[in-house]
Structures are given as structure tokens and as C-alpha cells.
């Protein structure tokens, strides 16, 4: 895991990422804009769970972590704004937020430690099976994960988590709380069933 205690930009989003996870990201706010400018030079910037997007007027709920990103590529979609992919190196606790005058939000953050950062080759067969099968029919989430970890138990434990439609609170549970052990009953819970 890397280690950091400095301020990164933080994008409020809906989007939960867990270390090793990557997302693709439309961007077209002038302050996002400058954000991922920000991020380019510096080192990356942290998507903050968020219930829903967060306007420039609005207030925040005050989630306590949120996933550090670093910028993996980055294009143009067809209709002109920008697209980036982004890659979750680990998650950070936020332990204060500031806006800049164009409501950037900027957050001095830790690394926290997760269960997924530990990589270990044991597959847990009928989650990886089933994980491979999803990529297999969903060609842009296929697209962004070019490497796997379908032999990593817990790469696989952390993607599943990532992607089940189930609401934010209980996904955010897994990172606050819960151990692998649960997380992995869980999900099997949910697939296997």
C-alpha cells in the first residue's frame, strides 16, 4: 500500500471503488476540468462516495473515506467531453475538506489499509467463474481491466463487491467494518444463491 498524508483534489461522485478498481469518468465541470489538470501533475486526485452527484451549491454528507485514483488514460467521447479512466490505488481517510474559489474541493487525507491490498493466488472457483462470465458480456468493463486478477481471491472479492447493484451504505459497510470473511460470505450470499 502506498503511503501519504498530503491534500489531493476530492470529486464527490456515486462510485465505489476499492484498491485495483478502475471506473471511467465523463468529465465536462470547469472545476473538474481543472481537477483531473491538477491530478496530471500531481498525484491523482480521490473520488469521495457520495448518494449522488454533489453540485457546486450543495452541501456534502460527510462520508469519512473516499478511493485515491490516479488517471490510467484518457479520451474524448463522441460527443466532445472528456472521458478518463481512473484506478484506485488505495483508500484514503478524508480527515478535512476546503473549496477553492471555483468549488474545487480539496481534502488533506491518510491511507487506510483494506482487505483487498492483500494479494493472495487461492480462487475461490464458482465467484471467479461467474466474475469471468460478467466481463465475458460486458465489453467496456471488460475494456477496463486489460490484466485480471481472476486467480486473486481477493481481486475477485473486491470486483464483485464493486460492481453488485446494492445500495452505497452496505457496500460502504465492507470498507468501514467489515472484514474479508464477511465480505466473502456476502457476496456468495448474493452469487451463489
Not at 18 to 24: D, E, H, N, S
Not at 77 to 83: C, H, K, N, Q, T
Not at 129 to 136: C, E, G, I
Amino acid at each position: 500500500m502506498k503511503k501519504i498524508n498530503t491534500t489531493l483534489p476530492i470529486f464527490p461522485l456515486p462510485v465505489f471503488l476499492l484498491p485495483g478498481g478502475v471506473t471511467k469518468l465523463r468529465i465536462f465541470e470547469p472545476r473538474y476540468l481543472k481537477m483531473v489538470s491538477t491530478a496530471l501533475s500531481g498525484e491523482g486526485f480521490v473520488v469521495w462516495l457520495q448518494d449522488k452527484y454533489i453540485s457546486a451549491n450543495e452541501k456534502s454528507t460527510n462520508m469519512p473515506w473516499g478511493s485515491w485514483v490516479e488517471i490510467i488514460n484518457f479520451d474524448q467521447g463522441d460527443d466532445g467531453i472528456l472521458e478518463i479512466d481512473v484506478k484506485c490505488k488505495s483508500l484514503v481517510a478524508i480527515n478535512s475538506i476546503t473549496q477553492d474559489e471555483k468549488n474545487l474541493h480539496f481534502g488533506d487525507v491518510s491511507c487506510i489499509p483494506h482487505w483487498s491490498e492483500v494479494h493472495v493466488d487461492k480462487v475461490y472457483g464458482e465467484l471467479s467463474t461467474s466474475l469471468a462470465s460478467v466481463f465475458a458480456e460486458n465489453e467496456s468493463l471488460d475494456n477496463l481491466y486489460p490484466q485480471k486478477g481472476l486467480n486473486d481471491s481477493h481481486w475477485v472479492l473486491a470486483r464483485w463487491i464493486e460492481i453488485l447493484p446494492i445500495e452505497l451504505n452496505e457496500k460502504n459497510a465492507f470498507v468501514v467494518s467489515y472484514s474479508f470473511k464477511e465480505a466473502k460470505a456476502f457476496v456468495e450470499s448474493v452469487i451463489l444463491e
